[in-house]
C-alpha cells in the first residue's frame, strides 16, 4: 500500500519542506510555499514514460554518431523563424500567453497547414465540437490531423501508442495529471512530473512535443520554474487585448536565438503573418505633429521602423511624472539625465511621457536617439521632418555611440521611402553612400543631432 503524505512545495523552483516556510531557501522568494498531497512510490517502480525502449549506455564522444536531420518545416514563416528554422524533431516546446490571446488559434492554425504530417491533438480544456468549430472558422481541415480529448497521462500514451504520430500537440499542461501523484490537475508536483515524463517520451521515441501552457497574473509560465527548465523552447505568445496584432517572441530556445520574434494580425479567420511590420508600425499621417520620432530598430535578424512618441508637459502636481510604455523607464530617466546635465534643457519641472507605437517593448540601444528627439521635439513644441529616420545610441556623457547592423537599418528605412537617416558618425565607415538614394547625416554627439533635426 502506497503512503500519503503532505508536503509543501515551492511554487517558484520546486523545492520541497516538510513544513511550510516563509522564505524559500533554494530560491529566496517569500511566500512562494503550497500545499501538496504526495504519494510515495516503491522505488523498484518505474515512472510513466510512455513507450519502453532500451536503458542508455555511457558512450565516448567521438563515438556518438550526429545526422544532419532536417527540421520540420511549419509552414508559417514566422513561427519557422522564432524556433530557429524550423521544429527540431524530438524537441519539446512550450507556448505561453494569456487567455484569450490566441494559443489554440495559432497551433489549430499550424496544424491545418501541415497536411503531410499526422499529428495528435490532445485537448484538455476544449471538447471535439469547440476544436472543429475553430477549424471551420480559420477555413482549412486537415484529414491527418486526430482529436483526442484526454486528461491523463496514461491514457494519452496510450493513444500515442495506437496512431504513432508525426507531432504531438498538448493543450494545456495544466490539464494533464499522471495517476502517481494524487494532488489535483494543475498543481506543482503534476505539472512537474508530467512535463518531465513528456520530455523522456519525446526524447526517446524522437517525437517532437508542442505543449500549451498557462501564464499566472505576473505573466510568467504558471506552475513550478522547472517546467521552463525542463521544455527545450519557451515561446511566449504576446500583445495587447485592444490592439489587432500578436507577437510570437521566444524566451528560451536551445536551437536557435532567443532575440527572434514573430508578428501577426488577428482577423476574422485566424492570425495573419506580418512579413512587413514597418508599415503596420507606423502611422500614416504625423507631418507637423511634435514629440513624433521614427527609429529603425533590430529584434532577431529583421529590421523594422517604429514609432516613437513622446508628450512633455509642466508638471500639475508637486512631484513630476515619468511614464513609459514598451521602453525602459529607467532607462529614460537616465536619458533626461543625459539631456539635462550635458545639453542644458532644463525637464526637472516637467510630466515626461513615452509610449512606442503599437503596443511593441523594444530593448534595442539603438532608439535612444530617437527617444530624445521625440522628447526634445515635444519639449519644443517643433515638429521634425517626417522623412527622416535614425538610430544611435546614447552614452552617459552625451555621445552617440555606434549600433550593429546599420546597413539593414538604412535599407529599411530607404525601402519605406524616408530621405534622410541620422546615424552615428562611426558607423559611417565601410559604407558605400554612392549606391543609396537616401542622405546619410553622421552625428557625433547629441547636440550635433538637435542641431540637424532642428536647425
Known sequence: MAKEKTVYVCSNCGQDSPKWVGKCPSCGEWNTYVEEIVRKEPTNRRPVSGIETQKPKPLALSDIEVDDEPRINMHDDELNRVLGGGLVPGSLVLIGGEPGIGKSTLVMQTVLHMPEKKILYVSGEESARQ??????????????????CETSLEQIYVHIKNTN?????I??????????????????AQVRECSASILRFAKETHTPVLLIGHINKEGSIAGPKVLEHIVDTVLQFEG?????????????????????????EMRQ???RQVSNPSELLLSQDHEGMSGVAIASAIEGIRPFLIETQA????????????SATGFDLRRMNMLLAVLEKRVGFKLAQKDVFLNIAGGLKVNDPAIDLPVISAILSSNMDAAIEPEVCMAGEIGLSGE???????????????KLGFKRFLLPKYNLQGIDTKKLKIELVPVRKVEEAFRALFG
Not at 496584432?245 to 520574434?261: C, D
Not at 508628450?311 to 515619468?322: E, I, T
Open 131 to 148: 476544436l472543429k468549430l475553430r477549424a471551420d472558422r480559420l477555413s482549412g481541415v486537415s484529414s491527418d490531423c486526430l482529436i483526442v
Open 165 to 169: 504520430p508525426d507531432l504531438v500537440i
Open 171 to 188: 493543450d494545456s499542461i495544466q490539464t494533464i495529471s499522471t495517476e502517481s501523484i494524487e494532488s489535483s490537475p494543475g498543481s506543482i
Open 240 to 264: 495587447d487585448q485592444h490592439y489587432m496584432y500578436r507577437i510570437l517572441r521566444s524566451i528560451k530556445n536551445r536551437f536557435g536565438s532567443t532575440a527572434e520574434l514573430g508578428i501577426y
Open 269 to 271: 479567420d485566424g492570425l
Open 311 to 322: 508628450l512633455v508637459s509642466s508638471a500639475v502636481y508637486g512631484n513630476p511624472q515619468r
Open 400 to 414: 552617440i555611440r555606434p549600433v550593429n547592423r546599420i546597413e539593414q537599418r538604412i535599407g529599411e528605412a530607404e
